[in-house]
């Protein structure tokens, strides 16, 4: 009888090890602790809706056969020519901001490819523009020691393979077949991944009937196979709070709202500085105030920012977008030692105060005036010094029973969100959430 080589029957064992513990299935790919570690320390990323709709000033995709008709939209390619674009340009802008990533999107409903695609016309290089906007952002991006990141959606109108065509009508185009769709979204991923290498990817368009979970968990598989640690949020399957390979999704998105406190899983609040996430002329704007502290209980949510601005149609983002942006920037600076690689709690956010904790130390987000601020009492653990986190000490009182009490000024150091470093006796990200 052939003896069997010792390398072969490792490999044997190996495989029989796998299955078994699988039932049969191999292992599903999934995104390492380490990596989704390292993109929520980033804390803070710009998000971009951008695409031939900006010469309408509509919203991208959406007004899509409502204010634009369909033929109107799906031409406006030929018009589109942003010539002031400049990857370098908004990649600094989002530095000065103090954001950590971009993401673009690569794709909208709409369909348009801001890159040079090989699965579709419909996209940048047949349009008067010809350039990679997609791949000089990934340039820009790297240069200025941001990650970049890819918003794709799942849901393509103008792809005669997807099932619906417009926002307004449901039925099936004539010749959707969701197979043959899904296999052109995986060649428009592979050049996406394989030329760009995202940091994470975006997705998006998930709530239609024609997307299953069995199609998000086979794209989340092929994904992992051409990038291991990509990271992929939780709209590629069908949402909701369920995460990991089964779920097709690494982390929550609520959209619009901050995320509430959860220490358990991770998650990412996209908002837009704005009203609508394309460019929309004269859209308001939030406050600084209103920037800041949307930032501020992001990370003391234990979550993310995704912070959208809409570029105009020559290319440029506006100059009062800029100078917001570079506001926060400014309040990095001194304070975004409370925000980055920090974990959220042990207090959840509510209207006076957020805090964040790193080490041995909370930091206090103060958002409202008030002579005295406490804090209920964490047993065992004490405050050794209190001070603002811009210098200067602060007085206060501590008491097993009544908690922290300390005392404010008049006027806060910092209108948008003073903040206090308290050093404690203990670690303070082992501290269990501590209800307000
Ligand atoms: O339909 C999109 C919308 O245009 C925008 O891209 C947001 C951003 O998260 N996502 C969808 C709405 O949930």
Known sequence: MKKISPLLLFVILQYASVYSQTGGAPALL?????AMDAFMDLRFGMFIHFGPVTLRGTEIGWSRNTQVTQNDYDSLYREFDPALFNADTWARTA?????????????????????????????????????????????ACRKQGIKFCIYFTVLDWHDPYYYTRNSNDSSKKPNADMDVFVGRMKSELKELITRYHPTMLWFDGNWEKAWTIGYGRELYQYIKKLD???????????GGDALGAEAAGDYLTPEQTIGGLNMKQ????????????????????????QCIQTLVRSAAGNGNLLFNVGPMMDGRMEARQIARLREMGDWLKKYGQSIYSTKGGPYPPNNSFATTRKGNKIYLHIFEKKAILT????????????????????S????????????????????????IVLELNKNAEELPVVSN
């Open 95 to 139: 530095k000065d901001a103090g954001m950590k990533y971009m993401t673009i999107t690569a794709k909208h409903h709409d369909g348009f490819c801001l890159w040079p695609t090989a699965v579709t016309d419909y996209n940048i290089s047949n349009g008067p523009f010809r350039r990679d906007i997609v791949g000089e952002l990934a340039t």
């Open 375 to 394: 804090l209920p009492p964490i047993p065992g653990i004490h405050i050794l010094k209190a001070a603002w986190m811009n210098g200067g000490d602060v």
């Open 396 to 419: 206060f009182t501590q008491d097993e029973q009544a908690g922290y009490k300390i005392t404010l000024p008049a006027d806060l150091p910092d209108p948008n969100s003073a903040v």
């Open 266 to 289: 991770p998650w990412e609040s996209c908002i837009t500085i704005c009203n609508q996430w394309a460019w929309l002329p004269n859209d308001k704007m939030k406050s600084l105030q």
């Open 228 to 238: 291991p640690d990509v990271i992929i949020n939780n709209r590629l399957g069908k």
């Open 30 to 34: 999934t995104t390492s602790k380490k």
